[in-house]
Every structure is written in C-alpha cells, then in structure tokens.
C-alpha cells in the first residue's frame, strides 16, 4: 500500500481545503474550509455558480449593504461546505469570521446562523464542525456552542495552553498547527529541524499524551504541515487534516508507514486547572504561540476581506 492508504489505515485523514474535486481524488473522512481556502476556491470556475446564487440570495434577504454582503459571504462558505459534504462520508469544518476572535457572544451567534443556513440544505448539525479561533474568547463561545449540540474545531492553536483550555471546554476537536510552529523556531533560531526534532510535531505529541493521559475525549488533529515528514512523524494521530499536494505525495509513497502515537504508549502528564488569568499568562510566556494567534487572525480577517471584495466586484 502507498503511504496515504497506510495512514488512513491508522488515521482520520481530512482534506484541508475548499476544492471538491481534490476531495473526490483523494477521499479523505472530512474536510476543513478557512477564509483563505474560500477565497481560493471561489476563484474557480466551478464555483461561479454558487457564488451568483448566494448574491441572490442574499439580496432576497434584504437589510443594508453590509448586512447583505456578511449574508452571502456566510451562504457561500455553507453552500461550498455542502458540496463539500456530498462527496466525503464525514464532516466539514466551516470558520467563522476571523474578526470576532475577541467576542464571545457574536461568535456564538455567528456559529449559530451557519448552522442554520446548514439546515436549511437540509444538513444535520451533526455533520458540520464550527471552526473558532483559539483565543479565550472563542474557547468560551465553543463551550457555550458545545453544551447546544453544535459541535467545534478549535483552529490557530500554537500553545500547551491553549489546548488545556479546549479540552476543559469540552470542546470537540482541536486543530494544533504544526508547520507554523516550525516557521516561528526556524526564524528565530536558524537551526534545521528533523520531523523527530520539529517543534511543531513535539508540540502535538505533547497535547495528544496529555489528553489521553488525563481521559479526554477532545479530538486531536494535527494541521498545517510543511512536508511530509510531518505528517509521517504524527501517525496515528486522531486525526490529520492535509493539504491536496501532501495527499499527492504520500499517495505516490510506496514506502512503510510506521505508527507513532498510540493511546496504549503514554505517559502520566498532571492536570492543569485552567482559569482565564492562568490561560493567559502561559499565553503571555510563550512568545511563539502569542505572536502566531494574533498574525494568524490578521491572516484570516484579511482574506475574508479580500473575499467580500471579490463578492461585491
């Protein structure tokens, strides 16, 4: 078997990105959209439809300007999303607005009117997942979604800290970004990191012993790879949502595949009690997942708003 047939064998495998006909290739369990993959996807021909439909759509909602262009920004990503969905047996991850990272209420009402606009292409909310940065604010917006029955992904997610507080929200799934942590130490060290080196892959491990150290049910989904000695070094992981050009190359792979990570192979790792002041002074000590929180939110509100100038044009 190639090496993306050995992986699925060990892992839930999840497309990350926005183009259905990647999806269909590769057949991953799930799917993950954000802002930046939507506003690819949207470039594409055969999205030119839906995005002419859900203008009209939102024009039929009527209200201001603003208010109809956040309408159709919100009924493109669910009807891409439910294409999404016709293709692939799981879930698909859809983001909300970047822009309120830091507002716990209108995430919550956001995640809400999307699912909403869900049902109303008659998909269950048990097939979506709700992507949410993983800022305090958001973490307190997923427990709030999570105790209704909406389920979350947890996304941005840098710091030790940051996954304690997801798993004792409750929340459902987390999205720890690996090839970003690398990105940080590599610039600020000038070192070269081997996978079994790579401080993004120490930094999943370490999150993964602790929720299965402790009995947590949190998903744990490893995101943002660079390459695939990434990947190879997370194997068995929860779940691992990658990019259409690593599936290409692990599916060309013929090599072995060996297991990584098992729930049997752990080690004791001592809860941590986490409040708000003690969430964000971890956050204040790590520099690394501080300053990749906050560029990866400006990353996201930007190509959000790079989105909505393509729907306005």
């Not at 710091?159 to 798993?167: M, N, T």
Request: glycine letters at 6%.
């Amino acid at each position: 078997m190639n090496k993306l047939a050995q992986l699925k064998a060990m892992t839930d495998v999840v497309a990350d990105t926005g183009e259905v006909n990647a999806i269909r290739q590769f057949k991953p369990l799930d799917a993950t959209t954000n802002p930046s993959l939507l506003l690819k996807a949207a470039a594409l021909p055969e999205y030119a439809e839906l995005i002419s439909q859900a203008k009209r759509w939102a024009q039929g909602q009527g209200g201001t300007n603003r208010t109809q262009l956040a309408d159709c920004c919100d009924k493109l990503a669910v009807d891409i999303g439910t294409e999404i969905l016709s293709v692939i047996p799981g879930r698909v991850s859809s983001e909300v607005d970047a822009r309120l990272s830091f507002q716990t209420q209108a995430t919550v009402e956001k995640a809400r009117r999307l699912i909403e606009l869900y049902a109303a292409n008659n998909i269950d909310a048990s097939r979506v997942l709700i992507k949410i940065a993983s800022t305090w604010e958001g973490i307190q917006a997923a427990r709030i979604l999570e105790g209704e029955g909406i389920n979350c992904n947890l996304t941005l997610l840098f710091g030790f800290a940051q996954a304690v507080a997801c798993a004792d929200a409750g929340v459902f799934l987390i999205s720890p970004f690996v090839g970003r942590i690398l990105d940080w130490y590599k610039n600020h060290t000038g070192k070269t990191y081997t996978a079994q080196t790579d401080p993004g892959v120490l930094s999943v491990k370490k999150i993964y012993n602790y929720y299965k150290s402790n009995g947590y049910n949190t998903v744990v989904m490893g995101a943002s790879f660079r390459n695939t000695g990434e990947i190879e070094a997370l194997a068995g992981c929860d779940r691992l949502t990658i990019s259409p050009g690593l599936l290409e190359e692990l599916e060309q792979d013929a090599g072995p595949l060996h297991r990584q990570l098992t729930p049997d192979d752990i080690s004791p790792a001592e809860k941590i009690t986490m409040d708000e002041a003690t969430f964000r002074w971890m956050m204040n000590e790590d520099a690394m997942a501080t300053e990749k929180l906050a560029e990866g939110i400006r990353n996201f509100a930007a190509d959000q708003v790079k989105l909505e100038h393509l729907l306005s044009d």
